[in-house]
């Protein structure tokens, strides 16, 4: 974890931003890296973590599911 994660973490979420995880990484081995990071537990800063049961990341639908699961329209999200 770079130094400047946490601190852009805690100004996202001061601007009301929520951050999710979706990763080819099952969603209990998404937790145990980032509540063991060596910046400490980050956990608190998810609002929810997404695996390829939601769907495969090359596939569109994959993406409009995680819109719908967090009922925000997709042009609203940026997954980087």
Same mark, same amino acid.
């Given at each position: +974890?770079?130094?400047?994660?946490?601190?852009?973490?805690?100004?996202? %979420? =001061?601007?009301?931003?929520? +951050?999710? +995880?979706? =990763? =080819? @990484?099952?969603?209990?081995?998404?937790?145990?890296?980032? @509540?063991? =990071?060596?910046?400490?537990?980050?956990?608190?800063?998810?609002?929810?973590?997404?695996?390829?049961? &939601? @769907?495969?990341?090359?596939?569109?639908?994959?993406?409009?599911? %995680?819109?719908?699961? &967090?009922?925000?329209?997709?042009?609203? &999200?940026?997954?980087?």
């Amino acid at each position: +974890i770079y130094d400047d994660v946490v601190p852009r973490f805690d100004q996202w %979420i =001061s601007q009301g931003k929520k +951050i999710y +995880i979706y =990763s =080819s @990484g099952s969603v209990p081995a998404q937790k145990l890296l980032v @509540g063991y =990071s060596t910046k400490g537990d980050l956990t608190s800063y998810f609002s929810g973590y997404f695996d390829t049961t &939601i @769907g495969l990341k090359v596939q569109t639908e994959s993406y409009q599911s %995680i819109a719908q699961e &967090i009922n925000q329209n997709p042009e609203s &999200i940026l997954f980087s």
